[in-house]
Nanobody, 125 residues
Framework: QARLVESGGGLVQAGGSLRLSCAASGITFYNYLMGWFRQAPGKEREFVGEINWTGSATHYADSVKGRFTIARDNAKNTAYLQMNSLKSEDTAVYYC??????????????????WGQGIQVTVSS
């Protein structure tokens, strides 16, 4: 049974940094694209970024490009979202997701079969 568990969220001041982790189990991790999404109150879920199977390629939403970095450690079955220069508009519940899609990128949430429970990130201004 696939399971994704996010950790590392919390409250941070604007301009600060946080690193989210996503620990996967029940899947062959290196066969999956790993994506990060977020949903702010009253807004639709939006794509944040993704990383390919080996970690050799990433793709980001324009809103986070240059500030957020996605990495993965296939030996640990874990994906990461490093968030720097955080802004109040980054406040949201962040979700990691896994996709078995065979082509990259996979921006749409519909490509992802497995989702974490989400973790709150709050940026105070």
């Amino acid at each position: 049974q696939a399971r994704l568990v996010e950790s590392g969220g919390g409250l941070v001041q604007a301009g600060g940094s946080l690193r989210l982790s996503c620990a996967a189990s029940g899947i062959t991790f290196y066969n999956y694209l790993m994506g990060w999404f977020r949903q702010a109150p009253g807004k639709e879920r939006e794509f944040v970024g993704e990383i390919n199977w080996t970690g050799s390629a990433t793709h980001y939403a324009d809103s986070v490009k240059g500030r957020f970095t996605i990495a993965r450690d296939n030996a640990k079955n874990t994906a990461y979202l490093q968030m720097n220069s955080l802004k109040s508009e980054d406040t949201a519940v962040y979700y990691c997701a896994a996709s078995s899609r065979m082509s990259f990128p996979a921006i749409a949430g519909g490509y992802y079969e497995h989702w974490g429970q989400g973790i709150q990130v709050t940026v105070s201004s």
